[in-house]
């Protein structure tokens, strides 16, 4: 059975529409699949239809802050039209909208025009992210490439402050009957210590899992990340965080299995 419980489409900053998406999951043999764009559920309503060979888990990834840091909480199996989450979301896209215009002012500052509007183009949603703004700064021959847009002018300091706090979204999670899972844990460069901390505030919020798989990884990690989560007596979880199809290392579903001594959460889906 292949799973891949962590994608992005065109509603936050994936290329692919939903239908896309799942049209590539059905080619690419997925039988549990879930959509979590940042901080939005646009997918679900934008999705015309889902095959029989799909089951389709609502989900969602929310921005959060941590001691300073953007953190990624994923809730999966929620409950699309709880009012809790639709309030959620609502609140996010606000934040984002915010953050946008203090990313287009701090570019602007940087000697980089009208950033938000070229920006929002681009976007064509209201659910403007960073990624948005690395192809503004390609559209307009700023940077030569992505990696270049986010050295350079998108790494701004506490950016985090727009977000909520972990807690808080995993409030919402709960809220929405969903499981909160800790996103791609190795991605924060945390240390051991730090990452114990940030367990230990998710889990006492009422956090269940972890990704113990986060796209291509080498052995050594996922055993690593197994181990912690068995420890820590968390659910697992597994993901490619997929965006585009164009990125040979970041393919749907194109990832190691789940280690047989771990509980997978799926089982714990309502
Ligand atoms: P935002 O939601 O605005 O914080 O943007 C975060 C998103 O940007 C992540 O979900 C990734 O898709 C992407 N991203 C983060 N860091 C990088 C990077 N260094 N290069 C390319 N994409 C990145
Ligand atoms: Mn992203
Ligand atoms: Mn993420
Ligand atoms: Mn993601």
Excluded at 75 to 88: E, F, R, T, Y
Excluded at 169 to 178: V, Y
Aim: charged content about 25%; aromatic content about 6%.
């Amino acid at each position: 059975m292949h799973v891949d419980l962590h994608t992005h489409t065109d509603c936050s900053d994936g290329k692919l529409t939903p239908d896309e998406l799942i049209s590539r999951a059905l080619d690419r043999k997925v039988s549990l699949l879930s959509i979590t764009d940042h901080d939005t559920l646009s997918a679900y309503s934008a999705l015309e239809s889902v095959p029989a060979e799909i089951t389709l888990v609502p989900g969602i990834e929310f921005s959060c802050g941590w001691k300073k840091l953007e953190i990624h909480i994923v809730g999966l199996s929620i409950d699309l039209a709880n009012p809790v989450m639709q309030k959620a979301v609502a609140d996010q896209q606000q934040a984002r909208l915010v953050r946008a215009r203090q990313i287009a002012e701090h570019l602007e500052k940087q000697g980089v025009p009208d950033a938000f509007d070229g920006t929002a183009q681009i976007a064509g949603n209201d659910n403007i992210g960073r990624p948005h703004f690395a192809a503004f700064l390609i559209e307009t021959g700023v940077c030569k490439s992505t990696t270049e847009a986010f050295k350079k002018y998108l790494s701004i300091k506490n950016l985090a402050r727009y977000w909520p706090e972990v807690s808080t979204s995993i409030e919402w999670i709960r809220g929405a009957g969903g499981i909160a899972v800790l996103a791609h844990p190795l991605k924060y460069k945390l240390t051991r210590t730090r990452l114990n901390m940030l367990l230990d505030d998710f889990q006492a919020a009422g956090g269940r899992a972890m990704e113990v798989i986060s796209g291509k990884q080498l052995e050594w990690q996922t055993r690593d990340m197994a181990s912690l989560c068995i420890k820590r007596g968390l659910l697992a979880s597994c993901g490619s965080d997929f965006h585009q199809p164009d990125l040979s290392w970041a393919e749907l579903a194109d990832i190691p299995p789940l280690p047989g001594d771990c509980e997978p959460v799926w089982r714990h889906f309502a």
